[in-house]
């Protein structure tokens, strides 16, 4: 069965800290990983992987891939506020190439 | 602001009763995705649409169903509606059904039974 796992589940941290969110996932036919973040509506598109160790960079955010080990993270340096969200993880593949697979996420709060 | 324009925001009905959902996708986009979004659950895929046909199927209860237009805008439709198809319902869109294309989601439809 495909499955993506997220953790931590939850993070609380101050304004200024560094944080690093873990997704791993076991899906068939595995084709790219895309990383979103939901505040209160609809989920905005940050990052899409497709090849290991190559590292994006979007301001302070960064994400990697490694498809060997089948896990992603992404890092955020000097968070503020407004990094406050959801983040999703969510690999392409299955019977389709287009379908995601969406993992529960992590809640990041960040106090000022 | 994605370009995906999905109505209404918000809509509240009775047990019973049906729906349709719409969904405008994001100009040039051929593949539209419809995720169901509950509290104690995360995005779960209902279905693909991609240039009028069926791509693919996830967790779609049988009471529901969907179909894309001609002109690529899709209707999610809803029937016998339990309290437990209380949610956010979103709609997505992609140029392609291809790996390199990121989906790019509306805002939602939040659906309360009651």
């Known amino acids: 069965e495909d499955k993506v796992v997220q953790s931590p589940l939850s993070l609380v941290v101050h304004e200024g800290d560094t944080v690093t969110l873990n997704c791993s996932y076991e899906?068939?036919?595995?084709?790219?990983l895309l990383w979103y973040k939901q505040e209160k509506k609809a989920p905005t598109f940050l990052f899409m992987l497709t090849s290991s160790g190559i590292e994006k960079k979007s301001g302070r955010l960064s994400s990697i891939l490694d498809k060997k080990e089948l896990f992603s993270i992404l890092n955020i340096t000097a968070t503020q506020t407004g990094d406050s969200a959801v983040y999703l993880c969510?690999?392409?593949?299955?019977?389709?190439?287009?379908?995601?697979?969406f993992g529960r996420g992590t809640q990041l709060t960040v106090w000022p | 602001d994605s370009g995906v324009t999905q109505t209404p925001k918000h809509l509240i009905t009775a047990t019973g009763q049906r729906v349709t959902l719409r969904c405008s996708p994001r100009?040039?986009?051929?593949?539209v995705y419809w995720y169901q979004q509950s509290l104690d659950q995360g995005l779960q895929f209902l279905i693909q649409?991609?240039?009028?046909?069926?791509?693919a199927k996830g967790n779609i209860l049988e009471r529901f169903s969907a179909q894309q237009f001609p002109d690529l805008h899709s209707e999610l439709n809803l029937s016998s509606l339990e309290l437990g198809d209380s949610a956010l319902y979103f709609c997505a869109s992609s140029v392609a059904d291809s790996p390199g294309s990121p989906l790019h989601f509306g805002n939602g439809t939040r659906l309360t039974v009651t």
């Open positions: 100009s040039g986009d051929l593949s």
């Open positions: 969510a690999p392409k593949g299955g019977s389709t190439l287009g379908r995601l697979y």
């Open positions: 899906v068939t036919n595995f084709r790219s």
């Open positions: 649409y991609y240039n009028g046909e069926e791509r």
